[in-house]
């Protein structure tokens, strides 16, 4: 009896999805709301389980002209049309490169290839609402690349 419960608890603990909480580098994480006192694994961060919750916290930044993504989604990190992949930015949470993100070898600042049922979620809407010509605030994330405007064409 003991066994079977045991089998059972290790299956069930096995279909649940993952969280991760990602920063610039690892350790107890202070800040945020989402983020602030959980465990954090260092960026790049490579999502390998299926329906997995990923919470980008403070600021996740790069100088390297063409660097790699910061958080990539492959296959099995897919999730599914019940219990989509979650990349959530938390308050305050940005991804930059004072260079540029190559879109062409790398991927980008968040790479989705070959992944399907994916959720990016920046949190609270923000920039210019053009209907009251009022700011709606800040954002609860953004990704920003302050290399557009050179002579490349990366976004």
Not at 12 to 29: D, E, H, W
């Amino acid at each position: 009896m003991k066994r079977l419960l045991l089998t059972i608890l290790l299956l069930c603990g096995s279909a649940l999805a993952t969280t991760r909480y990602v920063a610039q580098s690892a350790g107890t994480f202070s800040g945020g709301t989402a983020c602030n006192g959980q465990t954090a694994v260092a960026a790049p961060y490579t999502v390998t389980s299926a329906s997995a919750t990923v919470y980008v916290c403070g600021t996740i930044s790069s100088s390297t002209a063409g660097a790699g993504p910061k958080i990539t989604v492959g296959s099995s990190g897919s999730g599914t049309s019940g219990s989509p992949t979650e990349i959530i930015f938390d308050t305050g949470a940005s991804i930059t490169n004072s260079a540029y993100w190559s879109s062409s070898s790398s991927g980008g600042a968040i790479n989705l290839a070959g992944a399907s049922w994916v959720i990016v979620d920046g949190g609270t809407p923000c920039g210019w609402n053009v209907a009251t010509n009022t700011s709606e605030g800040t954002c609860n994330g953004y990704i920003q690349n302050t290399g557009n405007g050179d002579s490349l064409t990366y976004q």
